[in-house]
């Protein structure tokens, strides 16, 4: 039943004490969240996890990047777990590594050598890596326009993995013209552009969250013909369409501290993963917080964290057979590492 598992957690988490961290991140379940030591987006938990000297077990209730992450920023001897190896990333999965190297060769042959390459944290750890060979670096939405703005110091161009829409997002605000940003298609190995392509100042790889992707201009105008007052927050994993029409748009942390700031009766309709919605719309009874998509929109691989897998993943520790650990090879965790320390040493 729940409550044995839920029992058992606690009592697992209690024989290991400080041995044993548990991040949970921002998209978990409840069920889940309940148990987390620290919330957090992906780089806050991964950083929390490398400053926590005395956890040997870091179970990450998040996503396969977040987990790697977490490993290249941990010691060798902390072990990394992740609950349910099926949580992977839809938008980390659109960008492979090999795709990735054969439009480098392509683009180079159309831009030289005047391309900065920046990938999104929701990525895997090959693609940091990649980045962090050639001079690049890693990007949350929090830093992205620091970061945009530093890599255009670098070069002309900056080669933008795997959320196009992070990246034209960040472009527009920075001043950049649409014409200005060329999509680059990995299937069809195809840039797609209008106008000159001596123009182009950011190559953006199509990728997306197909969770932030659910919010659409329709549901926007809906919106505001019920709630004339609503405030409408989203994230910039949403379309540039979405995210123009919008009120204000930010990364998760900015969303949650949003809403604390918000005064009481206000409306909001918030463009992120269902779960976090639901939990700030419990938190701010006194606002109306609901999702900007009525058929809300859960992030199904998050999802896959729950009691039983966490439980699982704690018995595995306790058994001493830890399962499910995540290991980023030697050489990719440490150009991953350049990647992720020139974020950090800017942001
Ligand atoms: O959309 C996601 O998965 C986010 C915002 C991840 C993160 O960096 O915390
Ligand atoms: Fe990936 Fe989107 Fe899920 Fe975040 S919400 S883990 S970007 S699929």
Request: glycine share 4%; charged share 25%.
């Amino acid at each position: 039943s729940t409550e044995e598992m839920e029992n058992r957690i606690q009592e697992i988490k209690d024989k290991f004490g400080t041995r044993l961290y548990i991040p949970g991140h921002h998209y978990q379940k409840d069920e889940v969240i309940q148990f987390a030591d620290d919330t957090g987006d992906s780089l806050k938990l991964a950083q929390l996890s490398a400053n926590n000297e005395l956890a040997e077990y870091i179970v990450f209730c998040g996503v396969h990047f977040m987990a790697e992450t977490a490993d290249i920023l941990t010691n060798d001897n902390q072990k990394v777990l992740l609950p349910d190896m099926r949580a992977g990333c839809s938008m980390a999965d659109m960008a492979d590594i090999e795709q990735t190297e054969r439009a480098w060769i392509k683009l180079q042959e159309i831009f030289g050598d005047t391309m900065l390459p920046l990938t999104y944290v929701n990525s895997t750890a090959a693609i940091k890596a990649f980045c962090g060979k050639h001079d690049g670096a890693t990007v949350t939405s929090s830093n992205a326009k620091k970061m945009v703005e530093w890599a255009l110091t670098q070069k002309e161009r900056i080669f933008f993995l795997p959320d196009q829409h992070l990246g034209r997002n960040t472009a527009f605000d920075l001043g950049i013209a649409l014409e200005e940003m060329a999509i680059w298609d990995p299937e069809l190995e195809k840039l797609e552009f209008d106008g000159d392509v001596n123009d182009i100042k950011v190559i953006l790889w199509k990728g997306y969250c197909s969770v932030h992707e659910k919010f659409t201009v329709e549901n926007i105008e809906e919106v505001r013909k019920q709630h004339p007052e609503v405030n409408i927050l989203v994230h910039p994993e949403c379309s540039h369409e979405v995210v123009q029409l919008s009120d204000y748009d930010g990364s998760t942390s900015y969303i949650i501290n949003k809403l604390k700031d918000a005064e009481a009766n206000t409306i909001w309709a918030i463009g992120t993963e269902m779960n976090l919605v639901k939990r700030l719309s419990q938190i701010h009874s006194d606002k109306q917080v609901f999702s900007l998509n009525p058929n809300m929109c859960p992030c199904l691989t998050m999802n896959r964290i729950d009691l039983p897998h966490l439980l699982w993943s704690l018995e595995s520790i306790e058994n001493g057979n830890p399962i499910n650990q995540i290991t980023v090879e030697k050489e990719v965790a440490e150009n991953a590492l350049l990647a992720v320390n020139r974020m950090l040493q800017r942001a």
